[in-house]
């Protein structure tokens, strides 16, 4: 990757549609429903949450998983898909690199509670 803004900004766009639209947000509801902690209101990232905290996962956790994901999707719906200045005014090849890091982070540690049967439930 190049310090481009616009190499940047696809890159986001890019994560984003791997990571974020990939969230099953059907599953999510059936999960939350389960648990009891559905809202129709809230998104897949929302959802996510709402499962995490009903769970009692303890709130450092939460947050290493969430905070990279809000922040993905933060840089790609208020600023980059919608026109707007969400380019940091920082070195973007460590910018990228180090929120690839944090997502990739995220996910194991989201992908160790699933395999710990976290989210289990009755059919």
């Known amino acids: 990757m190049t310090d481009s803004p616009k190499e940047w900004e696809d890159q ?3 994560l984003s549609r791997v990571i974020i639209d990939n969230l099953d947000k059907g599953n999510l509801r059936k999960v939350a429903k389960s648990l009891n902690c559905d809202d129709p209101q809230l998104g897949s990232l929302k959802l996510l949450r709402a ?14 998983i969430m905070q990279p994901l809000e922040e993905l999707w933060f840089l790609r719906s208020k600023g980059i898909a ?17 929120l690839l890091t944090h997502i990739d982070k995220a996910m194991r540690n989201l992908a160790e509670l699933i395999n710990k049967g976290l989210f289990n439930i009755a059919k």
């Open 82 to 98: 919608h026109f707007g200045d969400s380019v940091p005014k920082t070195d973007l090849k460590i910018h990228f690199s180090t």
């Open 12 to 14: 986001i766009l890019e």
């Open 51 to 64: 499962c995490l905290e009903n769970q009692s996962v303890d709130p450092d956790v939460i947050e290493e």
